[in-house]
């Protein structure tokens, strides 16, 4: 039964799981999956957050419902449409503690078109960006040079070092040197210094 496979693929991901129909046709057709989300929707079991997406909601003991972070849901679209993702400037320096500025519409840049989401209240934009920019993209390394970005050449200090290589595991820290021969000439130094941080 579909209904009953859909469930548990659903629980098995834990409360707060996001996922898009795409995500369960191994189970059935199309037309199944819709009818049974549809169906477990009108049961208050899932929820539909907007076109083509739902979760399993985290429920609070005091508030109900959690609404679902807007990076996950912003993750989960640019997956499900097989687009890559990468935080915006201001939001990845709000991340790392050099910026205590946060966008009030939730920007991110993929290579996607340009498009704008409604998830509840909350309306996600997604912009267009060369390949070059979304370098490292899904990685710690793709936001450190989205906040290097947000900085600028002439903001970099020795905090603006200490606090991104602070972040960054001896992993990332590789990977964040191997990837910064596709970034602007004046960021290849200043991952240098980062990486002797670390």
């Known amino acids: 039964m579909i209904t009953s496979k859909i469930l548990q693929r659903v629980k098995g991901k834990g409360r707060g799981a996001i996922f898009a129909p795409s995500d369960l046709l191994d189970l059935g057709s199309r037309a199944s999956v819709d009818q049974t989300l549809s169906r477990l929707t009108d049961q208050g079991v899932i929820r539909r957050l907007t076109r083509g997406l739902y979760d399993y909601p985290k429920i609070s003991a005091r508030f109900g419902m959690v609404q679902p972070s807007v ?10 449409d097989h687009y890559v993702l990468l935080m915006s400037q201001a939001a990845a320096a709000n991340q790392f503690g050099l910026s205590t500025q946060v966008p009030s519409k939730p920007t991110y840049i993929t290579d996607g078109p340009t498009r704008t ?3 509840g209240r909350q309306v996600i934009q997604f912009r267009n960006a060369s390949r070059k920019t979304l370098t490292g993209a899904g990685q710690t390394s793709g936001a450190v040079f989205q906040a290097l970005r947000f900085v600028g050449k002439d903001g970099v200090t020795d905090r603006v070092i200490n606090k991104l290589a602070a972040a960054l595991s001896d992993k990332d820290c590789d990977l964040l040197v191997k990837q910064s021969r596709d970034v602007p000439a004046w960021m290849k130094p200043v991952v240098q210094q980062i ?4």
């Open 117 to 119: 989401r409604t998830v």
């Open 71 to 80: 990076y996950d849901v912003a993750r989960v679209i640019a997956r499900k």
């Open 195 to 198: 990486a002797a941080h670390v």
